[in-house]
Every structure is written in structure tokens, then in C-alpha cells.
């Protein structure tokens, strides 16, 4: 049901029918704009939903790939890949299309991270930034647990607080940037955003700042 409301709502939406005041969504815009892509190139239908799955299922393993190549011995990829990829296709019985999705951006910011804070390779920020991004505008829950890990890769890394001030300027004018797009292309202010994927979402799990239970679920 999750699925299919994003697939169908991203081809739908449009001046007529706008995302959040007419489309009743209650996350971001990143995830619609992907599944756009896909029905642009492939059409609308049964078939081309399938490939939504597939493509979102794709580019999350294939994430995973992309690092494990980077840091692993060529003897533990395959294993690794395949075990980090089944084990987290498991117990996903609800909403797992966008988790995914979200996840594979995530796994990207975490690594591109690292590689700043270990190199200062002003690239690895710039696509740190970006993938950050995305995933917030992809469900904005990002932000009640990713702070903590990227202060623990700061620490870890022994950095200066003026890099990790230039990583979170960075953050944050790609973030207006990209929010900026969205909310041209779709049609929706600042407000609408906040109640729609804030303010409705507040008795979702993903929310509660002092349920300890919900932040060690996340």
C-alpha cells in the first residue's frame, strides 16, 4: 500500500494535483522525484512499478557494493555483499521501498564522511552534503539519530571544529539548495512541508525525542 500510493502519487502530481495540499503524503519529496525518473523513461503501469522496486532494491545493494570495493579485501566482498544485502531484506513487511532508499543515500553519507574527515578531500564533503540531503528529503527522521554518528566519525578522526563547521555549512546550503528545487517543482512552502512530514508524523515512533525505546528501534 505504501509503494503503490508513492509510485502512483509521483505520476500524478503535478499544478493541478499538488504534493502535500491535494497528494496527502506524509514524507518528502526525494523518493516521488526517483520513482518520476522511472516512469519517465519506462511509462506508468503494472510493470513499470515492479521496476520502481527493482530499481530502489538496485541502487541500495548496489551503495553497499561501491564501499565494499573501496575498503575490503577482494576475497570478502562477494560474502559481504550478499550477507549485509539478504540480512537487510529480512523483516521488511511494511514501508521498505523507501527505507531502502533512504538507506542507500545514508550509507553513502556516512562513507564520503569518513573519507572528509580522514583525507579533507573537499569532493568527499561536496557529495557528503548532497546524499545527506536526500535522504532528509526523503524522510526527515534523519535528523533524530545521524548528528550522533557524525560526531562520533568526527571524534574518531581527531578533526578541528572548524572542519566540522565547514561540513555542517556545507550541509546546510545544499539542503536550502535542494529544498529549494523540490519546493519549486512541486509546488509547496516551507509550512506545508513542516506539518506534513513534522507535525502529523509526531506519534510515529520515529518521533518521540524521549522514548529511548524508539531511538534504539531507529
Known amino acids: ?42 511509462g506508468f503501469g503494472n ?37 549485509i544485502s539478504v540480512a537487510s531484506l529480512n523483516f521488511h513487511d ?34 557528503a552534503s548532497f546524499f545527506f540531503t536526500v535522504s532528509f528529503l526523503t524522510r526527515v527522521e534523519v535528523l533524530t539519530f545521524t548528528p550522533v554518528l557524525i560526531l562520533s566519525i568526527f571524534f574518531l578522526n581527531k578533526n578541528n571544529f572548524a572542519r566540522l563547521f565547514k561540513h555542517t555549512s556545507f550541509s546546510v546550503i545544499t539542503m536550502v539548495a535542494l529544498f529549494t528545487f523540490f519546493s519549486n517543482l512541486y509546488s509547496y512552502s516551507f509550512l506545508d512541508f513542516w506539518y506534513n512530514n513534522v507535525t502529523i508524523n509526531k506519534s510515529d515512533v520515529a518521533y518521540e525525542w524521549n522514548n529511548v525505546t524508539s531511538k534504539l528501534f531507529i
Open 94 to 127: 511494511g514501508n521498505s521501498s523507501i527505507s531502502f532508499f533512504q538507506g542507500t543515500f545514508l550509507i553513502l553519507t556516512f562513507y564520503f564522511i569518513d573519507k572528509y574527515y580522514n583525507s579533507r578531500d573537499i569532493i568527499a564533503l561536496i557529495l
Open 47 to 83: 510493470l513499470q512499478a515492479f521496476l520502481g522496486i527493482y530499481f530502489t532494491l538496485l541502487i541500495y545493494i548496489f551503495s553497499i557494493y561501491f564501499i565494499s570495493s573501496k575498503i575490503l579485501d577482494k576475497y570478502y566482498k562477494i560474502l559481504t555483499i550478499l550477507v
Open 1 to 42: 500500500n505504501d509503494y503503490g500510493f508513492y509510485f502512483v502519487g509521483s505520476n500524478f502530481i503535478d499544478s493541478n494535483y499538488q504534493l502535500y495540499e491535494d497528494h496527502n503524503e506524509s514524507k518528502g519529496p526525494a523518493y516521488l522525484f526517483f520513482l518520476k525518473i522511472i516512469i519517465v523513461l519506462f
